[in-house]
């Protein structure tokens, strides 16, 4: 399969590459997972740790057309200094990040 949007391109057999980076840092790839086949086991958030890449990341929806098109909601640390709630509605975790003010 080859997704050929917007110069996005997901190699035939292999995990999709890097599509964006979301608000909490988590990268975003494309719909396809491990051998080139869309994954199975993603989380509410759209989101999982596979083989190819062992750390949580998420995933385009395999063939969604409808709203949302991308994730449901986000499980990464979102620096939150001002308690934006913004956000609130969109991430499932209670963790926020400190801002790192060291050299």
């Excluded at 080859?2 to 990268?27: E, L």
């Excluded at 999982?48 to 750390?55: A, I, K, L």
């Excluded at 998420?58 to 990464?76: A, D, I």
Aim: proline share 9%.
């Amino acid at each position: 399969m080859t997704a050929n949007n917007c110069g996005y391109n997901s190699p035939v057999g292999a995990h999709s590459p890097v599509f964006a980076m979301m608000a909490d840092g988590i990268p975003l790839f494309g719909p396809l997972g491990d051998n080139g086949v869309a994954p199975t086991d993603l989380d509410e958030c759209g989101g999982h740790v596979d083989s190819t890449y062992p750390f949580y990341h998420y995933h385009l929806p395999n063939g969604r057309t409808t709203y949302p098109y991308t994730l449901y909601c986000l499980r990464g640390c979102i620096y939150n200094v001002n308690s934006n709630p913004n956000f609130a509605s969109y991430v499932t975790t209670n963790s926020t990040c400190a801002f790192n003010t060291s050299a």
